[in-house]
């Protein structure tokens, strides 16, 4: 089989903007022209099954973007600072093109096993900035412009998949390895963010990354009891040269293990239940180790970067569905649900909370893990026609 298309896609982009409110009162706010960018891509894939044993996946795509509209064009310093500018009213600023080549194979030495090894080239035009201070998630997106190259990865998967019995289990193990390039992670804390200077392109620093890894799959398709667990044991590395001296770390969504069960049973025609577990390891971010008064002035010095953990992330959620109409083309009913049943607070943050004694001779620092929400119950109706 042959497939061959195009895509387009336009981007009106407005980078995040802090705003300050100082401590007479004044109200500060920064002016950030949007990106406009146009993305656009063709490509064509070819699946041949040579005989019944041997398939080939073979597909080229080639992508690029422009940058185009209003735009400031700065230019840095090595410590971020502006030294020069320039207006564009409009026209084309930048143009970024990539071929994208990926190749999949498959040997099916019998019906119900499955052996798959795939090759594929990617490049992503909108990019996630990562932050690693403890004070606030205030991850953000930029896509690709004069001073931003586009985000590539190189990635390889080898996997092994097996019926068992009739098609009732199924199982799985793949592993994987992808090499990245032009990744970015913000090079500053929120103070600096929400400075007279703030520049969203200024503090960006750009390196490399990989993250490798393996993953198991049970899955059980038939019967009253239907349900799969799945575990990944992975890595996920960066390298900055004006981070750790060039050294790897760990990157923020690093997380060694990462393991769910879902499971949904159906007692009869009217009523089935269910319940997902998920558990993970928590994120990585730059803790703090010691503090110091210069003046009036509270200084602190941080540690590895990346070099601290979140707590592990973990929540059971329920269900109950009671089916009010299960005609194809009918179906309805109402859903009930209980997300992290059990009230586990899984923290999004740490707080770093500084109190003077009352003598003001000694100041206690002390860590909070500050969590969004935690059960949450619903009921929901739903139907499909």
């Known amino acids: 089989t042959l497939q061959a298309g195009m895509d387009y896609v336009f981007h009106h982009i407005s980078p995040q903007v ?27 894939a070819c699946r041949t099954p040579w005989n019944q044993h041997i398939m080939t996946d073979i597909g080229l795509r080639y992508s690029c973007l422009l940058h185009t509209g209003e735009f400031i064009d700065r230019r840095y310093d090595d410590l971020g600072a502006t030294v020069a500018e320039t207006y564009y009213p409009g026209g084309v600023h930048k143009y970024y093109g990539s071929v994208e080549p990926r190749v999949g194979f498959a040997w099916i030495p019998q019906a119900d096993q499955r052996v798959r090894l795939s090759y594929v080239a990617t490049a992503q035009y909108v990019n996630q900035v990562m932050t690693s201070g403890i004070g606030f998630p205030t991850d953000y997106w930029v896509p690709a412009s004069c001073n931003i190259k586009p985000q590539r990865a190189h990635s390889v ?26 990744l970015l992670e913000y090079d500053g804390e929120l103070f600096d963010m ?21 993953e198991f799959m049970l899955q059980k398709n038939t019967g009253r009891l239907t349900g799969w667990a799945a575990y990944t044991l992975g890595w996920n590395n960066r390298r900055f040269p004006h981070i750790e001296q060039g050294r790897r770390f760990p990157a923020k969504y690093d997380r060694r293990h990462d393991f769910t069960i879902a499971a949904n049973y159906r007692i ?20 703090p180790e010691r ?52 009230a586990r607070n899984n923290p999004i943050f740490v707080a770093i909370k500084m109190e003077p004694n009352e003598e003001k001779t000694k100041i206690s620092i002390r860590s909070r893990n500050i969590s969004l929400y935690n059960i949450i119950p619903s009921i929901s109706y739903f139907f499909k026609f």
Not at 24 to 40: A, I, N, S, V
Not at 194 to 209: C, H, K
């Open 18 to 44: 802090p705003d300050a409110v100082e401590m007479f009162g004044d109200k500060r706010h920064t002016e950030q022209l949007p990106y406009k960018t146009h993305e656009m891509a063709v490509y064509v």
């Open 157 to 182: 998967t080898a996997g092994y998949f097996r019926s068992i019995g009739r098609g009732e289990y199924e199982v799985s193990v793949e592993g994987y390895y992808r090499l990245m390039t032009d």
């Open 194 to 214: 929400i400075n007279r200077q703030y520049d969203v392109e200024s503090g960006l620093m750009a390196g490399d990354g990989d993250a490798y890894g393996v």
């Open 268 to 287: 009869n025609d009217r009523w089935d239940v269910g319940a997902t577990f998920v558990y993970a390891t928590g994120c990585a971010f730059t803790l």
């Open 291 to 342: 503090f110091y008064i210069v003046g009036e002035n509270l200084i602190n010095q941080y540690g590895r970067h990346n070099g601290a953990r979140m707590p592990a992330y973990h929540r059971l959620d329920l269900s109950a569905n009671w089916w009010l109409c299960r005609e194809p083309g009918k179906e309805s009913g109402l859903n009930f649900s209980i997300y992290n049943a059990y």
